[in-house]
């Protein structure tokens, strides 16, 4: 399946771990160019992204298929980051019928020093 | 380049040398932030007519780059959150009297719906109140028709360092 624009222009892809996605640094990333930190609406994109396809791989082990559209994310920014490539893990809080609530860290250097931390709810459209 | 199509002074000055101009210090930091220097900023085409002080407003256009769905030709919500994130960064910024660099700590967004491309909207950010060096910011994106596309609130950090993480000899934050 070919990349959206969004996923081109953020650079998203899934990373060589399968349940995690990264953002490739690209120039246009950065919110503070003196310092040369990614912008906070990248990261929160990135936290956002890997949310909904982290639920998206969930619901397919449960053999459920369905539209999902992201509502509500809430992120907390807990380093800073650099001009460097970005990592995000999602997981499952709860599914329940028509909306799931997932977490989501994401780091730069190591996943034990996480840059943010996301909690992010989806409606889920039966299809 | 944003800051000179917002600012009448700067058109007149364009032509006149006599007539006022405007300089830097006369913008909105908002304005400062999405001026053409910026690798991110510059990519959008945003107006910011109407913001003063602690209170950012801006027109902008969801860019077809940022196309989440293609059927649909709706945005990715990184799109709403980023511009959200920056405008209420403005809104701290402008309520300041000098300017110290801020740092988002938390923000909470809802997404009522994806905006389609080319669409033209409208955000408004305010920073409500200043606490211990603490700034609570409220956003909001709207359609044409006055109808809200996100609601987001934020929180951001006053006075936070303005080094690189490379030079530091110790990993921190906030």
């Given amino acids: ?127 | 380049m944003l800051p000179p199509s917002n600012c009448p002074d700067l058109r007149q000055a364009s032509t006149s040398i006599r007539e006022k101009r405007c300089t830097m210090a006369d913008l909105h930091p908002i304005q400062v932030f999405f001026s053409s220097y910026h690798p991110l900023a510059n990519r959008v085409r945003a107006d910011f007519s109407g913001s003063a002080g602690n209170t950012v407003r801006v027109a902008i256009e969801a860019p077809a780059d940022l196309v989440q769905d293609t059927e649909a030709a709706s945005l990715h919500t990184g799109f709403a959150t980023i511009v959200l994130d920056s405008i209420m960064g403005g809104a701290v910024m402008g309520s300041l009297e000098k300017l110290v660099p801020i740092a988002t700590v938390g923000l909470s967004v809802s997404h009522l719906r994806r905006p389609a491309a080319g669409e033209t909207l409208h955000g408004e950010a305010v920073c409500v109140s200043v606490y211990n060096s603490l700034a609570y910011v409220t956003g909001e994106l709207r359609d044409k028709n006055e109808e809200p596309v996100a609601i987001a609130t934020g929180t951001f950090m006053i006075g936070t360092r303005a080094t690189s993480i490379r030079d530091r000899s110790e990993e921190s934050r906030i």
């Fill in chain 1, 1 to 127: 399946m070919s990349a959206s624009p969004a996923e081109t222009w953020f650079a998203v892809a899934p990373a060589e771990e399968g349940d995690c996605w990264k953002i490739a640094f690209q120039e246009h990333h950065l919110g503070n160019p003196l310092i040369r930190s990614i912008h906070g609406g990248v990261v929160g994109a990135l936290i956002e992204h890997t949310a909904e396809k982290a639920l998206d791989r969930a619901l397919a082990e449960k053999s459920r298929s369905a539209k999902l559209e992201l509502t509500t994310s809430s992120i907390d920014y807990l380093r800073v980051t650099k001009d460097s490539d970005l990592y995000a893990r999602g997981s499952v809080m709860r599914i329940a019928r028509r909306v799931a609530f997932m977490d989501v860290i994401c780091w730069q250097d190591s996943e034990d020093l996480p840059v943010a931390r996301g909690a992010c709810t989806l409606r889920i459209l039966e299809e």
